[in-house]
Structure formats: structure tokens, C-alpha cells
């Protein structure tokens, strides 16, 4: 066997073998005015869709949710499926939070300073929080499929690092999409170079209050 061939079948074996390439992914997100949407959760899904590493290898498995000011913080958390979730009151007066979203159903009365024992979520989607005693406060829990999931900020940027090239599905959900909305949803190819990709969304006009009437 002649060295050209020894090479051409050395580099085919290393291209069987070794991993594909990965590279960072950059959603840039904005609304029907044009502006940076923040708060918004992107997530990518292979295309067609197939097995994916669980989200607990990419994404922090417990978050805190505190309380300050009669508010939510932060107003979005984004967990992996069986992921958990802490409440802090760190306010000046008593809370009782709860959910009646079909994800995710409790609630537990937070006296000042008093923090509760992890909330397991352990089914897919969007969980609206409230408080029964101040019923401007709310936040949302984002409980992830896809390991590859990352939240908009100010600047209505997501990065997700590490993201194998391949075909995929972009979705995105935000908090002011209107109620019943499905996840806006776009296929696009992440190459083996940094990937950016814009998406341009319709969500509900800021309010003086906040409501929780939508779909969760």
C-alpha cells in the first residue's frame, strides 16, 4: 500500500473518530419595534429531531428565585427537567408563592428571611409563580429540554457555547408572547465557525403591572 493511500485512509479513520467540531452559537433577539428583547429563552433542537445529551450536562441543575421588594428576582429562571428550584425571601414582609401551571403545582407561605427546601420540577414547559398576598409579583420557571438553552439580555443576546455543528430548530419563548402562543420556532445550520442568528419576535406592550393572565 503506497503512502497516499496510508494518508487518505488515516484521515477518513480521524474523521469517523473524533468528535464534531463545536462552536458558539449567538441568538440576537428583537421585538416588532426593533429593540433587544431580554428575558427571552432560547433553545436548540436537532433537526430532525434525536437524541440529545441530558440538560443537566450544560445547565445549572438548582437556581435561587429571591424575593426583594415585593419582586420576583430573577423574573426568568431556566433549569433542566428534574432541576430545582430555592426561594429566598429577603423582603421586609411575608410571601406566599404557589403555581397552578399543569408543569408545576405548590404552595408555601415564606416568612422574612426564610428560605424553602428545593422544588423539584420535573416536567417540561413554563411554570407561572405568583404570591397570594401581592398579586403584582410574578416570575416564571423555564424547565429545559435541550442542553443547549440560554436566556436574552439586556442587549437581547443569548450565547450558547459548545454547540456541535449540525442542522437545528431555534426556538424561542419569552413572558409577553400573547397567551397561548406557541415557541417561535426556525431552522438553521450551526457551522463549524461562530454562529449568528437573528429572529425578530411580536411580544405584548410593557405594562405599569404585571398579570398573570396568559397560558401557564
Known amino acids: 500500500m503506497g503512502r497516499g493511500c ?3 485512509i488515516a484521515a477518513l479513520w480521524l474523521a469517523l473518530c473524533l468528535p464534531a467540531a463545536a462552536t458558539t452559537f449567538t441568538a440576537e433577539i428583537s421585538d416588532q ?3 433587544p428583547v ?14 440529545m ?8 441543575a438548582e437556581k435561587t428565585i429571591d424575593q426583594r421588594n415585593e419582586t ?5 429562571t431556566v433549569i433542566p427537567k428534574n432541576g430545582r428550584v430555592i426561594f429566598a425571601n429577603n423582603d421586609q414582609t411575608t410571601h406566599q408563592v404557589y403555581s397552578f401551571s399543569a408543569v408545576k403545582q405548590f404552595e408555601m407561605t415564606l416568612n422574612r428571611g426564610q ?12 411554570a407561572a409563580l405568583g404570591c397570594n398576598i401581592h398579586d403584582h409579583m410574578i416570575a416564571y ?4 429540554e435541550s442542553p443547549w438553552t440560554a436566556l436574552t439580555g439586556a442587549d437581547g443576546r443569548a450565547v450558547i457555547e459548545d454547540v456541535p455543528a449540525g442542522n437545528y430548530q431555534a426556538q424561542v419563548w419569552h413572558p409577553k408572547y400573547p397567551p397561548r402562543r406557541e415557541q417561535a420556532s426556525a431552522r438553521v445550520v450551526v457551522s463549524t465557525n461562530v454562529t449568528r442568528w437573528t429572529a425578530n419576535i411580536r411580544v405584548r406592550p410593557a405594562t405599569t403591572t404585571r398579570s398573570h393572565a396568559g397560558s401557564y
Not at 53 to 60: E, K
Request: proline share 16%.
Open 115 to 126: 428560605t424553602s427546601p428545593p422544588v423539584a420540577f420535573d416536567t417540561l414547559g413554563v
Open 6 to 8: 496510508s494518508a487518505i
Open 33 to 35: 419595534d426593533g429593540k
Open 38 to 51: 431580554v428575558n427571552a429563552v432560547v433553545s436548540l433542537v436537532p433537526d430532525p429531531k434525536g437524541p
Open 53 to 60: 445529551p441530558a440538560p443537566t450536562t450544560r445547565l445549572t
Open 141 to 144: 420557571v423555564f424547565v429545559a
Open 72 to 76: 420576583f428576582l430573577p423574573l426568568v
